[in-house]
């Protein structure tokens, strides 16, 4: 078997110009996602405003997520919003609207590898929050 690989030009000005020329996009962006120093710029951000409703946020998630049946690893991950020096990367999936449905996995993958990239290299337990509609997971 055979397997080729293509570049499909990208439809959408704006999301070929942030993957290859984010320069002429970055006016619409607080933080350059290619630069290490956003995240640490963005963590700092973040760090300078708590959360007063930690609790309350991870007692209502916990009940969500204990009855859809979620995963024991989104349980932990829970448990770990209680604490304030932990963080989230959130993304979210607008179903047909870029790509179709591999771009849901696609987006999962990379807040998974996000999350695991920028808690390694700022220090900080960072886990991830994809929102699909319906049923969210942690």
Not at 19 to 34: F, R
Not at 48 to 54: I, K, L, Q, T
Not at 79 to 92: A, I, K, N, P
Not at 107 to 127: P, Y
Request: aromatic share 10%.
């Amino acid at each position: 078997m055979r397997v080729e690989q293509i570049q499909m030009p990208l439809s959408n000005k704006l999301v070929h110009d942030y993957i290859y020329d984010y320069e002429k996009v970055s006016s619409y962006y607080s933080y350059d996602p290619y630069r290490q120093e956003s995240y640490t710029q963005r963590l700092s951000w973040l760090s300078s405003y708590p959360v007063s409703h930690r609790e309350e946020l991870a007692d209502g998630l916990r009940a969500y997520n204990q009855a859809v049946g979620n995963h024991a690893k989104a349980m932990e991950n829970i448990e770990h919003l209680r604490q304030s020096d932990t963080y989230v990367v959130v993304g979210g999936q607008q179903a047909g609207i870029l790509t179709g449905p591999l771009y849901t996995i696609h987006k999962a993958l990379t807040l998974l590898r996000t999350a695991e990239l920028q808690e390694r290299l700022l220090g900080k337990k960072i886990i991830c929050f994809l929102d699909c509609g319906r049923r969210s997971r942690l």
